[in-house]
């Protein structure tokens, strides 16, 4: 489930639509939780899928440690990639906001922990990175794990509209990393290791 001060809009013609903020969402914000309506298609079940529906799978989807594909149900599905992404994912089901996201801002991920498929050049942002790599997980998880851990230290000090989606083991496990009373676990518990 998306944060829900947001909303789809049309960005450009080279990206299309994107979520943007409707409101100020601080750092620390839970800006996405995997929630019972997102719906997790196994690699059989995608294999025996007519060419209509792999479309949208392999344009809206993204692959879990399980090298299963999750579709978000509602707007999350439209989060652009970008190198300087303002949202990461950590290892608990759930993005939080690395910086400060403001009003009319777009949400963005990179593309480069969602374990796709093939590499592909994304639109020039003046970073180092001009490609995305399926293993781009495995290179940078080091620089998003110290990002998501400098996130987590704001975690219960700004507002949570999303926590009720967030299990409550998850919450508690959130405040201790918080707390520095338990060591994260890295980005890199997304990486799907495809079978040789």
């Not at 300087?84 to 777009?106: K, M, P, S």
Request: glycine residues 4%.
């Amino acid at each position: 489930m998306i944060h829900p001060d947001t909303e789809i809009q049309f960005i450009n013609d080279q990206i299309g639509y994107g979520v943007v903020a409707k409101a100020f969402i601080p750092k620390g914000t839970i800006t996405w939780a995997l929630d019972n309506f997102d719906r997790e298609i196994t690699k059989e079940e995608y294999a025996n899928m007519g060419i209509e529906y792999k479309s949208i799978l392999d344009t809206y989807a993204y692959r879990n440690n399980r090298g299963n594909l999750v579709l978000c149900w509602d707007n999350a599905r439209f989060v652009n990639h970008s190198f300087n992404a303002n949202c990461l994912t950590t290892a608990y089901n759930f993005e939080l906001a690395v910086r400060d996201i403001q009003i009319g801002e777009q949400l963005t991920d990179d593309y480069g922990y969602l374990n796709i498929d093939a590499p592909f050049e994304a639109m020039e942002e003046g970073t180092k990175r001009k490609t995305v790599y399926p293993d781009d997980l495995l290179k940078y998880h080091k620089i998003w794990d110290k990002q998501l851990l400098d996130s987590f230290q704001h975690f219960s000090k700004v507002n949570q509209p999303l926590m009720p989606f967030i299990d409550r083991k998850v919450r508690e496990l959130a405040i201790l990393i918080e707390q520095g009373n338990y060591k994260m676990d890295s980005i890199l518990e997304n990486y799907y290791h495809p079978e040789s």
